[in-house]
């Protein structure tokens, strides 16, 4: 008699023998080296997104989907480029043969924090565009603050031949604005590696209906018809059994119509911003692997619960960092009755933490189809102390307010019992 396993009883069942085939570094591979094989499993990985990918393969991903955040939580600092003239076909020429350093000084005189912007983004494009496969394509999701800027780069980047469209996401929810037009919608960006050979299968798109059916034959408007360059598509239902609770996750509905129209089944897909792990369940759902990389502790364990991560290889997971845990937890709720001292403070935190996973854990559903291993990069210590640097500059913030508050509560006391 044939015992039949759950979805997630096989993944873990297919994961146990990838990890006992691959127990041995292959030769000329550090011990600790990041796992990344083609015809290995789905990855979950905690890194800093551009020290990891300097270490995957050229050509690896069919589709590389990224949601960069437009504030990086970082210290910024000024950076410029050197005047530096190239030949024409220079990999890094611009506009009518101007180079590429002018051209972002122009841009740059425009806003300060879109030159650190750039910077941050600009050398992440450059490996994007590496690891894709010759028939791959990219789609850059940004918004209306950023995007035109962004389009500058990738031409520059990709060549503005490889550019295939731009995507215009528009959904109606939120508050509206009685000032000006209310904003309500993204744009999303596509390049393809090779302009003459990335793969594009319509076949594979899901279909919507037509806006005047009566119109068309009934065959027509039965079978509906293909998404145009603008995407009507509701946000994530705040009561959805979709919903994470993580800010900013997209619609899996968006992601499953990029993957399935630019990739085949077997392929890769990267998100190395994946957040709340949207990019890896539709992937998966599709018959995609996905490599997900984040940095945020928060991310994680959203994605490995979501995305049915191995037991085994998320025991490398060291959670939250000591100390830094208050960058986590409400701002104001920290060491409200708790005192002022960095021992209740950090208490506070800690238990406000706790209940924010077990509240993850009750609310994220897992996707049946999805798998993967999960690796912590070693990039991942320097992030960790640099969340511990903010953790305490926040505490020392917040002890200052609350004997801030604690003054004025007293001298208040002492002007009323002086009035009486």
């Not at 085939?21 to 550090?30: T, V």
């Not at 997104?49 to 690896?60: F, G, I, M, V």
């Not at 076909?89 to 611009?94: A, C, K, L, P």
């Not at 001292?341 to 935190?349: P, Q, T, V, Y």
Request: with cysteine; glycine share 6%; net charge positive.
């Amino acid at each position: 008699m044939t015992a039949h396993l759950s979805p997630t009883h096989h993944a873990e069942a297919k994961n146990a023998a990838y990890r006992a085939e691959h127990a041995e570094p292959q030769h000329g591979a550090e011990v600790g080296a990041p796992v990344f094989d083609p015809n290995g499993p789905s990855l979950l990985v905690q890194a800093d997104n551009l020290e990891y990918l300097k270490t995957l393969p050229d050509a690896s991903f069919t589709v590389i989907y990224i949601d960069p955040p437009f504030n990086t939580g970082k210290p910024q600092t000024r950076r410029s480029y050197s005047n530096k003239i190239v030949n024409e076909g220079g990999d890094r020429t611009g506009f009518k043969g101007k180079s590429y350093s002018s051209v972002l000084q122009t841009i740059a005189s425009y806003s300060d924090s879109f030159e650190d912007y750039w910077a941050f983004l600009e050398p992440r494009i450059r490996q994007a565009h590496r690891l894709l496969t010759e028939d791959g394509t990219l789609y850059l999701h940004l918004d209306w603050r950023e995007v035109h800027y962004a389009k500058i780069m990738c031409d520059m980047i990709f060549g503005r031949e490889s550019f295939l469209n731009e995507l215009i996401w528009a959904y109606d929810y939120g508050a509206k604005s009685t000032r000006r037009w209310p904003t309500k919608h993204d744009n999303i960006l596509v390049y393809v590696k090779n302009p003459r050979s990335y793969y594009f299968n319509t076949a594979e798109v899901d279909r919507e209906p037509y806006m005047a059916p009566a119109l068309v034959t009934e065959e027509k408007a039965a079978r509906g018809k293909l998404p145009t360059d603008v995407w009507w598509h509701t946000i994530v239902s705040p009561t959805g059994k979709e919903k994470t609770g993580y800010p900013t996750q997209k619609p899996i509905g968006l992601l499953r119509r990029m993957i399935a129209a630019s990739s085949r089944p077997g392929d890769w897909v990267l998100d190395f911003f994946a957040g709340s792990g949207t990019t890896g369940a539709a992937a998966a759902a599709l018959g995609r692997r996905f490599l997900c990389v984040d940095q945020n502790p928060s991310a994680i364990e959203t994605m490995a619960h979501r995305l049915n991560v191995d037991a085994v290889s998320f025991e490398a997971y060291r959670g939250v960092p000591r100390g830094a845990s208050v960058l986590f937890t409400p701002h104001r709720s920290i060491g409200v009755r708790g005192g002022t001292s960095r021992d209740a403070l950090m208490a506070a935190s800690r238990k406000a933490l706790m209940e924010q996973r077990t509240k993850l854990r009750q609310q994220v559903q897992p996707v049946p189809e999805a798998s993967c291993l999960f690796v912590r990069h070693e990039s991942t210590d320097a992030v960790e102390k640099q969340m511990r640097i903010r953790a305490r500059d926040t505490l020392r913030r917040e002890r200052k307010r609350q004997e801030l508050a604690k003054k004025r509560a007293e001298a208040k006391a002492s002007d009323t019992k002086a009035s009486d």
